[in-house]
């Protein structure tokens, strides 16, 4: 079974990454189709459960993931629901075979599956440059106003993860590839990295 999971730093451009490197390889693609699942079985919105989960949802809860969201104290609101629900479509998209999932902790919760982990980043101007080119109409942050917003949201992106997996979200050693999107036109690095996948895939 070929699984892909791309872990991202918010604006390095791991979506695209994933998207591209998808479409190369002939491979089903999720990520958005993660949280309309969601939606679709809890009848909520969508930018809701986004956002929901995008803020570190169980932030003020110190656990590790071998304890269950059940015991989780109410007053957290939706969050830990969202997130159990998050990690069992998750399992059902993986169950049904080859994909390229974009992050969601899909790395750590997808561990049986034994998938070609990449973690994408880049430095801060570069990050900061994509989110204006993809921003939309009217959003006008300030440099200091954006750069906030990227390390919040990474900051929560790595609270979720480190609830389910034994490494440190962004540690090198947790992935099979890191790429630094810094300098490079991803789809011009998409064509190379699908070879090592498909190397990885071969030797795995």
């Not at 790395?107 to 980043?121: H, S, T, V």
């Amino acid at each position: 079974m070929r699984i892909i999971t791309v872990s991202r730093e918010f604006g390095s451009g791991g979506r695209e990454l994933g998207k591209r490197l998808a479409d190369t390889l002939g491979l089903p693609y999720y990520d958005r189709e993660i949280i309309t699942a969601i939606a679709q079985k809890s009848s909520m919105d969508e930018d809701y459960i986004e956002r929901t989960i995008e803020k570190g949802a169980l932030k003020q809860y110190p656990m590790t993931f071998s304890h269950t969201f059940a015991y989780m104290p109410a007053i957290l609101g939706n969050g830990p629901s969202l997130l159990a629900q998050q990690h069992k479509v998750i399992k059902e998209l993986a169950a049904k075979g080859d994909c390229v999932i974009v992050g969601r902790g899909a790395d750590a919760i997808l561990q049986e599956y034994k998938p070609l982990k990449l973690f994408i980043y880049a430095d801060m101007a570069a990050k900061m440059e994509r989110c204006r080119r993809r921003a939309d109409a009217g959003e006008n942050l300030s440099d200091r106003e954006l750069s906030r917003k990227i390390r919040q949201i990474d900051k929560a992106r790595a609270e979720n993860h480190d609830i389910v997996a034994t490494y440190k979200w962004g540690d090198k050693r947790g992935y099979h590839l890191c790429i630094n999107t810094t300098d490079i036109l991803i789809k011009t690095a998409v064509p190379l990295i699908a070879a090592y996948a498909g190397y990885w895939f071969e030797k795995k």
